[in-house]
């Protein structure tokens, strides 16, 4: 065999050469696959995570791409927030509508307060009046019993008192 290779020295040389290049091959792409992760069973160890929104929408931007790697809390796309703004909008025109409902109440309130304040007013008045008849028709009866006052002035303060005390009911 080594008589054949002697004979031959170009192929000796060429298959020489074919080995080294295969080996030299062979060893760099060991150093560079020792870097990456590889497997012949088609499985792999991940960690998955489940994205969800706590609204439903319509999305207006993509913040991030498949397979980029992002932060916790991070903003990874923007829903679509109209119909949240108009419900928004709707409710704070609730609310101003509310305030002016409980602003008018409580300008009724002043209102029958005021009322009822001169209702016990027209009360107080009332009670003074119909004291004060009681005490002219005592002093008439006391007048007509002594013959000083006329049957006419008696029958008025009985009148002035009857008057008085159905105001007062």
Not at 29 to 35: C, G, H, P
Not at 58 to 77: C, F, H, K, S, Y
Not at 107 to 113: G, K, P, W, Y
């Amino acid at each position: 065999m080594f008589a054949s290779i002697k004979r031959h020295p170009v192929t000796a040389g060429t298959v020489l050469l074919v080995v080294l290049l295969v080996t030299a091959g062979a060893v760099l792409w060991w150093l560079n696959a020792r870097n990456y992760e590889w497997t012949d069973d088609a499985f792999i160890d991940a960690r998955t995570v489940t994205v969800g929104a706590e609204i439903a929408g319509r999305i207006t931007e993509l913040a991030v791409t498949d397979n980029q790697p992002v932060e916790a809390g991070a903003v990874l796309l923007r829903i679509d927030d109209s119909d949240y703004q108009a419900s928004l909008k709707q409710a704070q025109a609730n609310v101003a509508a509310a305030q002016a409902e409980i602003t008018n109440v409580e300008a009724q309130t002043e209102a029958q307060n005021a009322k009822i304040d001169a209702a016990h007013k027209q009360v107080a008045q009332a009670q003074a009046a119909l004291e004060f008849a009681k005490s002219e028709d005592q002093r008439n009866r006391e007048l007509l019993a002594r013959g000083t006052a006329t049957q006419q002035q008696a029958q008025q303060a009985a009148s002035t008192l009857r008057q008085d005390q159905a105001a007062l009911d």
